[in-house]
């Protein structure tokens, strides 16, 4: 489940999931409904690595690089299955389509008031985007 939140000017969205691995599925889908793509049929598949400080900072640094594919080779993830996940560094799988156009922009996810919860049996993650 994803929420987004009023915040002054940038965009501010909350992430709940049962696992961190659903964590990375959740906020693609909130990009997904924010740059709302133009999507087109040719699929794509692409392997992710990414290292990071800690287990909070690799969510961001994970939506960074999809932001990064999405504005350089016009690619849209839609899934990503976890391939391997630590500490600081994740393996992950992306499968999505082209797209013709997006109708929002984000500039980068940021650690500005990045907040990351855990609890039993819940993950809760804000994260600050800047647009």
Not at 14 to 25: H, M, P, R, W
Request: charged residues 35%.
């Amino acid at each position: 489940m994803y929420i987004f939140q009023n915040h002054t000017a940038d965009l501010k969205i909350k992430i709940e999931s049962d696992s961190f691995e659903s964590i990375f599925q959740e906020s693609l889908n909130a990009l997904k409904e924010y740059y709302h793509p133009s999507l087109l049929n040719e699929k794509f598949t692409k392997e992710l690595t990414v290292d990071s400080f800690d287990k909070k900072t690799l969510l961001v640094d994970f939506l960074n690089e999809v932001i990064f594919l999405i504005n350089s080779e016009k690619i849209f993830p839609e899934k990503v299955k976890v391939l391997s996940l630590k500490e600081n560094k994740g393996e992950f799988l992306l499968d999505g389509k082209k797209y013709d156009k997006i109708y929002k922009d984000i500039k980068a996810a940021t650690y500005h008031n990045l907040k990351f919860e855990e609890e039993k049996e819940k993950i809760t993650v804000e994260i600050v985007f800047d647009i």
